[in-house]
């Protein structure tokens, strides 16, 4: 009788998972709209007098505080990857209802104006949103952050620009540690894929990506859903590492499946939207990641004519490292683009 009851907890608790993650997705694609309470508990499947608490009690964060904190962190990215777009024009963006709104609550999160925050003048230290880092790492960090974009605004690299038939742009970039081979520019569809969410920190921790990846495929293995090669493998990264404190930053491990496909338990089904991608191949030992990231944001993306949009990035895995003789993994930094 009690392992009954055990094994029926963790259902429960994967159902009551598997909906709030639900929402999340949810708030993420509806990000500039007036989300009620209502609307959002009706996605979750839930009275709308609990769900509120249920949320809190789930992430920590009131239904307002995580949406407000998505909006303001999502309008921080903006502000430094699309300088062309004023104050005004990102806070409407993101659904504020006025500059003078979001001035204040950008202050509060981030305590520096927005115009500062883009204008690099000071090194920004979060109050509110980041309170749980050191404050001496934070420091560290933020100067860290602030070197690396002020280095973004004489960005300059050697590259062969290519236009062929399918409206393909592709950058062969030569690196000093020779990483990429290529960035290509090109329009990609939907991809509906089943993924399992995780929350808190990441880098550097790959005994925690080989531990989603097997959970996944532990659920769907079983049910026919691994056909490699026609199965695709990857990792959406809803938060940038840069700006959202650790503990709060979500990663999805992901395999691509039928959009017919019937998910359970913690395990949540979204769909990429379809769109231009910049693709960034890479081969990389375990160590590298973080590195290739920075590339591609911090010197391709300026220097490209290109600026990033809502849609999320993801990491597109090809093969296994158990197939590469090094070990290393072969992959696309997969980044959501438009034209400035």
């Known amino acids: 009788m009690v392992t009954e009851i055990q094994d029926s907890g963790r259902i429960y608790a994967a159902e009551y998972a598997a909906r709030i993650n639900r929402v999340m997705d949810y708030i993420e694609m509806h990000l500039p709209d007036a989300l009620s309470l209502e609307e959002l508990a009706e996605v979750a499947g839930f009275s709308k007098y609990h769900f509120h608490r249920m949320f809190h009690a789930y992430t920590g964060e009131t239904l307002f505080d995580y949406i407000q904190r998505l909006r ?5 990215s903006l502000l430094l990857l699309n300088p062309g777009l004023t104050v005004t024009e990102v806070a409407l963006e ?11 609550a950008f202050r509060a999160c981030f305590g520096v104006s927005a115009t500062q925050w883009r204008s690099q003048k000071v090194s920004p230290e979060p109050e509110s949103c980041l309170t749980e880092r ?17 280095n973004r605004k004489d960005c300059r690299f050697p590259s062969r620009y290519i236009e062929y038939a399918a409206h393909s742009h592709i950058w062969r970039v030569p690196m000093n540690n020779n990483l990429t081979q290529t960035v290509e520019v090109k329009d990609l569809p939907d991809m509906t894929v089943a993924y399992f969410r995780y929350v808190g920190p990441y880098q550097g921790d790959s005994q925690l990506f080989e531990r989603l990846h097997g959970t996944l495929h532990q659920w769907a293995g079983p ?3 691994v056909r490699y090669p026609e199965t695709q493998s990857l990792v959406i990264y809803h938060d940038s590492p840069e700006i959202t404190d650790e503990n709060k930053l979500r990663i999805s491990v992901c395999l691509t499946v039928p959009e017919d496909t019937q998910i359970s338990g913690e395990v949540g089904k979204l769909t990429i939207p379809a769109g231009r991608y910049a693709l960034a191949r890479y081969v990389l030992g375990a160590d590298e990641f973080q590195q290739a990231w920075s590339w591609v944001y911090g010197e391709w993306l300026p220097a490209s004519g290109y600026t990033t949009d809502d849609r999320p990035c993801f990491e597109w895995y090809h093969g296994s490292p158990e197939d590469h003789p090094e070990g290393k993994f072969t992959l696309d930094i997969c980044v959501p683009v438009r034209p400035l």
């Open 223 to 225: 049910r026919g859903l």
């Open 134 to 150: 050191n404050s001496k790492e934070s420091k560290a960090e933020s100067s860290s952050s602030q070197m690396n974009r002020n």
């Open 72 to 76: 303001l962190e999502k309008s921080a």
């Open 94 to 104: 993101y659904g504020f209802s006025s500059s003078s709104v979001f001035a204040r």
